[in-house]
């Protein structure tokens, strides 16, 4: 019944590796999103996407790609792992309505809390 | 760019209480409004929206009215349960006509409910 699903919900690495985050969601949503929250619960939008465009936050280092196999999946690829990086990463999803209008009620997936070591 | 800015806490209040978190925001045009909320532990959830002006959002308890005039969308709840214990977030989005605009949060209020 999970409607967003994320997985591992916990990731310890070491700094310079490569890691990934992987999103489900079978709400039949037609656009996903990644949100990094620090450590003082600031969310942020990192991505959105879906089949017609990726939205980029301009903030975001080139080090993190969303990857999209298909509408029901977004996955996060990082590289080169820093320090900064640890934080509780949001998966979340959306539908477009009929006209194209978003009205962008989102829903979150439980989180997958990243510690860089 | 937009903004979003709420009362940080945390809040203390004693059950039954009534709650007031303000929220106001800095945006074009007209934005969708929210309310998220997260327990300990757990994802965001939506609490209430609102899509235009003086739209109430409502559900649990909770309520909340979109006022341009003021650019607020404040959260009251009349009573509030040890249960709400909770980070409550003020979010806004821009109506498209295409693409996917990501919501812009506020930095969160933690609520702390005491018996």
């Known amino acids: 019944d999970t409607a967003v699903s994320q997985t591992p919900k916990y990731l310890v690495t070491q700094m310079g590796n490569d890691k990934s985050i992987k999103c489900e969601q079978n709400l039949g949503h037609d656009t996903m999103y990644w949100y990094k929250q620090d450590s003082k619960k600031f969310l942020k939008i990192m991505f959105s996407y879906n089949n017609k465009e990726l939205i980029i936050n301009e903030t975001v280092p080139n080090r993190f790609s969303p990857k999209s196999p298909d509408k029901a999946h977004l996955n996060l690829h990082i590289n080169s792992l820093e320090l900064g990086d640890s934080a509780v990463y949001f998966c979340?999803?959306?539908?477009?309505?009929?006209?194209?209008?978003?009205?962008?009620?989102?829903?979150f997936g439980p989180g997958t809390r990243l510690t860089v070591l | 760019g937009d903004s979003v800015t709420q009362m940080e806490g945390p809040v203390t209040l004693s059950e039954e209480a009534f709650l007031t978190i303000n929220c106001t925001y800095t945006a074009t045009g007209y934005p969708s409004l929210f309310w998220y909320v997260q327990y300990p532990g757990e994802g965001l959830q939506l609490l209430l929206k609102?899509?235009?002006?003086?739209d109430k959002g409502s559900n649990k308890g909770f309520e909340a009215t979109y006022r341009k005039e003021t650019t607020s969308f404040h959260l009251e709840k009349g009573s509030v349960q040890v249960s709400d214990s909770a980070v409550y977030f003020c979010a806004l989005t821009h109506r498209s006509g295409g693409g996917a605009d990501g919501l812009t949060f506020g930095k969160g209020t933690h609520l702390i409910i005491q018996p």
């Open positions: 609102a899509t235009k002006a003086d």
């Open positions: 979340a999803s959306s539908s477009t309505g009929a006209s194209g209008q978003h009205y962008n009620e989102q829903f």
